[in-house]
């Protein structure tokens, strides 16, 4: 059975950085399309980046353009969300999902297109 696990979340002052990590067991990530979600409080959950097969592609939701960047290591199985300039509107249980099926990076920013999901971590921008 597939499994997704996410770390590198916690608490940062506006304007730092921190780097997410989507580390999977049970396959082989880099065949398959991988996308980074995020919830805040009373919200819906929203696409925030994804990255093709070959790791070359990506998209990215538009307030996150230019801050972060996602990225693969094929070696560690793992997918990253590096996030720079933090703003406290950022502040959210981030997710990683993964799907074997997914081949268009247009449908990368939906959840619905995602098969395979890890538990979230929590990311908080706060002063």
């Known amino acids: 059975q597939p499994h997704l696990v996410e770390s590198g979340g916690g608490l940062v002052q506006p304007g730092g950085s921190l780097r997410l990590s989507c580390t999977a067991s049970?396959?082989?990530?880099?065949?398959?399309?991988v996308g980074w979600f995020r919830q805040a409080p009373g919200q819906e959950r929203e696409g925030v980046a994804c990255?093709?097969?070959?790791?070359?592609?990506?998209n990215y939701e538009d307030s996150v353009k230019g801050r972060f960047t996602i990225s693969r290591d094929a070696a560690k199985n793992t997918i990253y969300l590096q996030m720079n300039d933090l703003k406290p509107e950022d502040t959210a249980v981030y997710y990683c999902?993964?799907?074997?099926?997914?081949?268009?990076?247009?449908?990368?920013?939906?959840?619905?297109?995602?098969?395979?999901w890890g538990q979230g971590a929590q990311v908080t921008v706060s002063a």
């Open positions: 049970g396959f082989g990530l880099g065949y398959w399309v």
């Open positions: 999902a993964a799907d074997p099926f997914l081949d268009n990076l247009v449908y990368g920013l939906s959840q619905a297109e995602y098969k395979y």
């Open positions: 990255i093709g097969v070959g790791g070359t592609s990506t």
